[in-house]
């Protein structure tokens, strides 16, 4: 500990007198009145203008762990690195919130939520370790750190500002105000007391307790260009006074995680329980290899990803939980619970690695998903989406209401016998093209049987049922010594072009009179 400095010098220190005493922000932000075991934890992305998969995994699991357990799930925006911001970057982050269906309760209580409107209570706490000989101010510059690094490469030792070379550690009242007199501007830095021959043992819900060696950096807590802090005594503050219980965060986090329950110690503050989960890694399509998603070559990194391919928001989540709750996919075929929401996560059991997240099997969870979805809603989700992010060919199949719900009605009807060839809502439209007239495409390469469409068409009549429509097939196949799926799949390849389409009867039905002539017409 070094002397502390007296109100005034910290005034000036700081730019301004602090705007509350430790004891106000304990009162004006109490802990929380909350059913025992309750959860209340955050998602604090920074706004960089895309969410990343992994921070969606991230925050599914605050928002699991809030929810189920009766208790808070915030959003807090991480903005102090004026350097890195991006215009919408929060209506990016809300909108995906929003999509994927992560609902988080902001109570102005604890408010406000974007870390640059907390300067005053940040620079209330940087006042109290100032005074209590905990920080100080340095006025090192860009040059005089570069100097300092350089010098510490040469000698071989770790780089950074700590100990004999955090040169302005034990500067005199008199210093500090020279230096405030010549107008230098000055960053707040911890004055560390850690020394890392000492362990500090740290404890990760997952992970168990794990040994660091004690931070000695006197790392920066408050930046000088915009007063605003830096992620760890943000941290440190923010999920104090928001009154966080579980902090569910990146295991990039890991190396910092001794600094910051030597932060939480040094206040006399309790900290929060942490979840360090694995990053989201993919295996590489060249190498074979497992690797972390990457931002530059991998689009479904970026969740926007997701939605403007048209995947099933709540496919992409059901995989993701799975991946964090592994229990749940067995649970969920077993009928016992319906969606991620009624199943109950065990935080200890998130995975610590490995965490794979593989487009395949995605698109098992969508198909499973669609399949469950009773057709208006199939419908429904399909034409929202292609209205929002479709093309204009895409947005013409959804501007007929009725033919689109008849074509996705088909064989949809026995719950046992779901077709499960629907994946995404832009495949979906896909698949089904050929039911519009405009992006029907004649096959031009199949061998007709002209003699088979003619006598079909010839007693062809829109409103046969399902027997009598077939009992005209097999007349037809008799007449011609044919067999039955021969005139089937003349019929079917003349009606849609391809030789896999749902079943023939629904499909003449759904495609009506007119349209079933005149492309068997086209056809011969
Ligand atoms: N803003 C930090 C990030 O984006 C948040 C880490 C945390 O959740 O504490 O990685």
Redesign the pocket.
Known sequence: MRKGLAPELIARVLGAAPKYTMDDLEEKFPPRNLPDGAFVT?????P?GMMHLG?LY?ALIDCKLATQSGGVFMLRI?DTDTKREVADAVQIINQSMEKFGLKYTNDPQYGPYEQSARKDIFHSVAADLLARGLAYPCFMTADDMEKIRESQRLAGYPTGIYGEFARDRDLSDDEIAAHLNAGDKPTIRLYSLGNPENKIYCKDVVRGSIAFPENNEDIVLIKSNDGLPT?HFA?LVD?HFMRTTH????E??LPSFPLHVALFRMMGWASPLYIHTSTIDKIDDETGKQRKLSKRKDPEANVQFFLIDGWPTDAVMEYLFNIAASGYEEAKSKGVVKSIWDYEMRAKKIPMSGALFDMKKLEWWAKEFIATLPVPELVARVTQWANEYGTDTEKMQVADRDYLTAVLGIERDNPRRIRKDFITWRQTLGTVAFFWDALYTPNTEFDFNRDALREFLATYDANDDKDTWWNKIVAVAEKLGIKNGDVAMNLRVALSGRAFTPDLYSMMTVMGDARVKQRIEHAL
Do not use: I, L
């Open positions: 955050r998602f604090a992305p920074s960089t921070g991230g991480e992620y941290h999920d902090v569910v965060r990146g990039e986090w």
